[in-house]
């Protein structure tokens, strides 16, 4: 009784939000989620109580967290011999948990039917070396967003298909005095612009890492990437605030009608498109990211995520419980609106599709050209020094090939 007050308290003092549990639940599951983009917290609360409806005898603690702090949060738990039963973790951090113990091996859980009822490219989030350290729940990457109205306003006819098509429809709309700084992109000195970086090195058909793991991005399609990134912040068609915009950031510039083009997740279609604080609502339009002419005709980014049970849980069954029940099929349906489902079949009902046809047209191309940022033990090492590489570079205070050049030696690899 002493350790659940503890609990209380302590999932208080961090901000979590506790939910109320039916009196018999004997079993208590803590779980760590994250407070921005894909399934917002109300969803993630009310799949919850579902669980704990249908489940009486366990009580799950909820407690959100921004992205960034996320991995630290659940590696900072481990250490301290307790903390969470079930995490949400990004794509990119499998090799690392496997290596540190971070997470258990659910391989010997994993079901025929789950196996052939979910996408193919969704287990890739959660595998690593051949196991399975959890169930895909987030299957998604970054589309490119456009405001109908003001491309129609423009004279332009469709959307770009090349990102040099984008500087030049950018272009027009800024002399023609539509809208000032056309583009917002992500790219504070955070996983987000990672992302955005990676999106355009699959566009360059550039590698981060040779066969021999080491990097491989100071040149060919890595340079090209950062040498875009540059070119177009120093335009002035990007929003010079992009270097310190998160997603939420662009979001809201974007569905504020202060940008024509946005690259973001699956959740801003309908944030943007149908939501009451929307002043572009009905007119968002959105597309996979471009490609680059002669080297792709698409580009993306793999930003899935997974939901994995901790090592130091006490309760794994429990958590494989709440787990299954919140990847199920059944439940990702009925919560389509902001993260798509990783079940195959449910591209073929009514209630995932209606309302947002455009967008699965362009998720059937993104998802299939997901482009994985390094798997690599040292990523967190590696993605910090790209991001400074990225944030130097926008700052005028070093040139792409230095920055880069830079970024491999601090790697870590």
Known sequence: MKLFIRSILAAAAMGSTMLSAPALAETKLNALFMAQAAYSENDVREMTQRFMKANPDIDVNLEFVPYEGLHDKTVLAQGSGGGYDVVLFDVIWPAGYAENGVLVDVSDRITDAMKSGVLPGAWTTVQNDGKFYGMPWILDTKYLFYNKEMLKQAGIDAPPATWDEL?????????????????????????????????????????????????????????????????SYNSGLTNPNSKEFLEEDVRNVFQNGEAAFALNWTYMYNLANAGEDSKVAGKVGVVPAPGIEGKSEVSAVNGSMGLGITSTSKNVD??????????????????????????????????????QEELIAAAEKGLAAMYPRPTTPRYQELSAALQVAIQETLLGQTSPEDALNAAAENSGL
């Open 167 to 231: 500087n030049e429809q950018a272009k027009i709309l800024k002399e023609k005095g539509i809208v000032e700084h056309p583009i917002a992109w992500s790219w504070a000195q955070a996983e987000a612009a990672i992302c955005d970086y990676t999106t355009l090195v699959s566009a360059y058909d550039g590698s981060f890492l040779d066969s021999d793991g080491k990097p491989a991005f100071q040149a060919g399609g890595g340079l090209e990437a950062l040498q875009y990134m540059a070119s």
């Open 318 to 355: 429990a958590a494989w419980n709440y787990i299954v029940f919140m990847t199920s099929q059944e439940v990702q349906d009925g919560y389509a609106k902001l993260s798509l489902p990783i079940w195959a079949s449910s591209y073929e009902k009514p209630e995932v599709t209606n309302g």
